[in-house]
Nanobody
Framework: QVQLVESGGGLVQPGGSLRLSCAASGSIFSSYAMGWYRQAPGKQRELVASITSGGTTNYADSVKGRFTISSDNAKNTVYLQMTSLKPEDTAVYYC?????????WGRGTQVTVSS
């Protein structure tokens, strides 16, 4: 079993920055894929960014050039650096880990972009 804990969310003004963290614990396997997803009220959950254990990254068009996903394998932690935040980035952000064909989700962290 794998546990994921997100942190770093909060309230930020438009144009501001936040860094989210997702720490994994439990039965960690060295080959994995991790992604950050978000879900705004009344909307479906969507992929924001993903990274593989090999370092391959992928971003939603809406966040390209503003968000950066990275990983620290020694700490089993994945980060999402968010800059130039917009009100439409407001959502609950979840991390997901996929390894050995199984998916695990964190409980999410709220990001609110508002003046």
């Amino acid at each position: 079993q794998v546990q994921l804990v997100e942190s770093g969310g909060g309230l930020v003004q438009p144009g501001g920055s936040l860094r989210l963290s997702c720490a994994a614990s439990g039965s960690i396997f060295s080959s994995y894929a991790m992604g950050w997803y978000r879900q705004a009220p009344g909307k479906q959950r969507e992929l924001v960014a993903s990274i593989t254990s090999g370092g391959t990254t992928n971003y939603a068009d809406s966040v390209k050039g503003r968000f950066t996903i990275s990983s620290d394998n020694a700490k089993n932690t994945v980060y999402l650096q968010m800059t130039s935040l917009k009100p439409e980035d407001t959502a609950v952000y979840y991390c997901r880990r996929t390894q050995l064909g199984k998916m695990y989700w964190g409980r999410g962290t709220q990001v609110t972009v508002s003046s």
